[in-house]
T-cell receptor, first 113, second 115 residues
Framework: GQSLEQPSEVTAVEGAIVQINCTYQTSGFYGLSWYQQHDGGAPTFLSYNALDGLEETGRFSSFLSRSDSYGYLLLQELQMKDSASYFCAVSPAHGGSQGNLIFGKGTKLSVKP | DTEVTQTPKHLVMGMTNKKSLKCEQHMGHRAMYWYKQKAKKPPELMFVYSYEKLSINESVPSRFSPECPNSSLLNLHLHALQPEDSALYLC??????????????FGQGTRLTVV
């Protein structure tokens, strides 16, 4: 099976840097992705790591280490609009679940002035 | 066009009603999904269609019936629902490469209330 663990809440101030960790137990997956969801909105794709290492997209970066079963999302120069829930997700490679997404429980990020 | 469009945005239905949720995408994606999301919880996968064929049914009760009429449309037929089925129902689509999907695009969801 698959399980992904994230902190439930993180608080940071505007302009700061915050790292949201995701540790997982899975029998195999194609990649680790990150989604942002504002209250009342739909999840939107942020980043995807198929290989180990760092992927950078503007203020957001994502990292994956398969040997450590660990990934993180790094948000820089935080803005108030970054207050949202952030989900890590995997696309399982086995068990008839190819192609779908299994989500972590989400981390609620609150950005303070 | 990078949108997934869901209708209706809000739906209130009685436990004896029959209703349908609709989802449409024109990105050429061959995988489409239904997720259910309760408040303050992550989305939970319900169904996956790959190339218009149902590939995954995550032990969803039969009162939820999916349908994929063509590669752009996905429906979820609802019948005899329970109040605990009230939730946000999200449709998503993704491209499929070699059996795997990467980025999923989500619709804005249908907020369903069963009374």
């Amino acid at each position: 099976g698959q399980s992904l663990e994230q902190p439930s809440e993180v608080t940071a101030v505007e302009g700061a840097i915050v790292q949201i960790n995701c540790t997982y137990q899975t029998s195999g997956f194609y990649g680790l992705s990150w989604y942002q969801q504002h209250d009342g909105g739909a999840p939107t794709f942020l980043s995807y790591n198929a290989l180990d290492g760092l992927e950078e997209t503007g203020r957001f970066s994502s990292f994956l280490s398969r040997s450590d079963s660990y990934g993180y999302l790094l948000l820089q120069e935080l803005q108030m609009k970054d207050s949202a829930s952030y989900f890590c997700a995997v696309s399982p490679a086995h068990g008839g679940s190819q192609g779908n997404l299994i989500f972590g429980k989400g981390t609620k990020l609150s950005v303070k002035p | 066009d990078t949108e997934v469009t869901q209708t209706p945005k809000h739906l209130v239905m009685g436990m004896t009603n029959k209703k349908s949720l609709k989802c449409e995408q024109h990105m050429g994606h061959r995988a489409m999904y239904w997720y259910k999301q309760k408040a303050k919880k992550p989305p939970e996968l319900m169904f996956v269609y790959s190339y218009e064929k149902l590939s995954i049914n995550e032990s969803v009760p039969s009162r939820f019936s999916p349908e994929c009429p063509n590669s752009s449309l996905l429906n979820l037929h609802l019948h005899a629902l329970q109040p605990e089925d009230s939730a946000l129902y999200l449709c998503a689509s993704s491209q499929v490469h070699g059996g795997r999907s990467t980025e999923a695009f989500f619709g804005q969801g249908t907020r369903l209330t069963v009374v």
